[in-house]
């Protein structure tokens, strides 16, 4: 199956903040001719490989068919790879404080190797799910800039990136309340609270990161959650251009006047609505708006501007 793959394999990264639409787009993504969501990749290692747990479809991850396909057609199995291995490796490497070696490798004595070999893991990785799932563009929602950096320079990986921004009052708001999680879905049964500095602090430097990607010459498009909520189909069409895929009048046939049709899907991580099941009510997410306190507002503009009046956040 292998042999039926390009040698450079198409990655389309999604980019941004955690509660900040990167699922949703995800899972919009997906849906595109030759397009295939795996949700977060970064995490298959930890909660698929070492804690089997669940995939989009519903099935722990050693009981799908598609990863177990996947791990075979990389690695000859999952069980063929040395976890403890893989684990430290990725903590070399793929961490947002290496950004610096990212960009210049030799700057720290056999980082440029560990490098090559967490992009030769990759590589392999992706090549895999193509080949399974046939198709031509894979769609990784994992967000962290480091992957991206790491992936820029992967031999084999033609990278494009999404990058999807939010309102960060938004995005504070989402963090200030516990999100209950399906059972099975992760090592806990919500998503724990983040303080709004922090998120704060992590909207800027994430956004200027991935940013920094199309200024290094990485092929992107830039989308606002709100407009993807509001017009779905321009930005669908806008990612579609950013692979190369023609847009017929059948093309975006998933979106429809009940919002979003989600086929059966494959994502190893990712936000609690990769487990939606049927048509997907697309709605606009604006609660800051009535429910954030003032002094908490105040906070996040001020520590956001001028970046959030940048992608047109008054």
Known sequence: MADQVPTEVTVLYIGGMPRGGTTLLDLMIGQLPEHVAVGELF??????????RLCGCGRPFHQCEFWQSVGEEAFGGWDQ?????????????????????????????GFREDLAAYQDTLTRLYRAVAAVSGCRVVVDSSKR????????????????????????????????KEVALPEGAGANSHLKRRSARLVTR???????MIESLG???VPMTTLRYEDLV????????????????PVGPDTLGFLGPDGLSVRPHHTVAGGR???????????????WRREMPSARRRLVAVGTWPMRRRYGYE
Do not use: C, N
């Open 43 to 52: 995490y298959v290692w930890l909660t698929g490989v070492e804690r089997d």
């Open 81 to 109: 790879v040395d976890l403890p291995a893989m684990k430290r490796l990725v903590a070399r490497v793929d961490r947002s404080a290496y950004l610096p070696l990212l960009l210049a490798p030799s700057l720290k004595p």
């Open 145 to 176: 800039p480091s992957l991206a950096y790491a992936l820029r320079t992967a031999p084999g990986i033609d990278l494009r990136v999404a990058h999807i921004v939010r309102d960060p009052r938004g995005v504070v708001q989402s963090w200030s």
């Open 202 to 208: 992590r909207w800027m430097t994430v956004h200027s």
């Open 215 to 217: 200024r290094l010459g």
């Open 230 to 245: 509001v017009d779905p189909h321009r930005a669908a069409q806008a990612v579609a251009a950013l692979t190369d895929t």
């Open 273 to 287: 609505i990769r487990f939606h099941d049927g048509p997907m009510a697309l709605r606009l997410d604006e609660r």
